[in-house]
């Protein structure tokens, strides 16, 4: 499994859900940013405090979990 050490999930933290490093931040915001269009040039200069790295984790992170959930079905 890939290493996603800058995905986090807190329960004071938006609910628990998963965060780019503890930020409020979410892996799903990044995600619908990326679905909608964005490029990470535009998700980076939307939220600044972001780094390239952290939008590849999150789709990976985004990939693994559609892997495991389709592996529950």
Known sequence: MLKLDRITMDPAV???K???RG????VGTVIGLL???KSHDE???LYPYLEAT???QA???AAWR???QHRVQ
């Open 14 to 16: 938006m609910g628990g």
């Open 18 to 20: 998963p965060c780019i």
């Open 23 to 26: 930020m409020r931040v979410t």
């Open 35 to 37: 679905a909608s269009g």
């Open 43 to 45: 998700i980076l200069a």
């Open 54 to 56: 952290d939008i590849r």
């Open 59 to 61: 789709l990976a992170y």
């Open 66 to 68: 559609v892997e495991e």
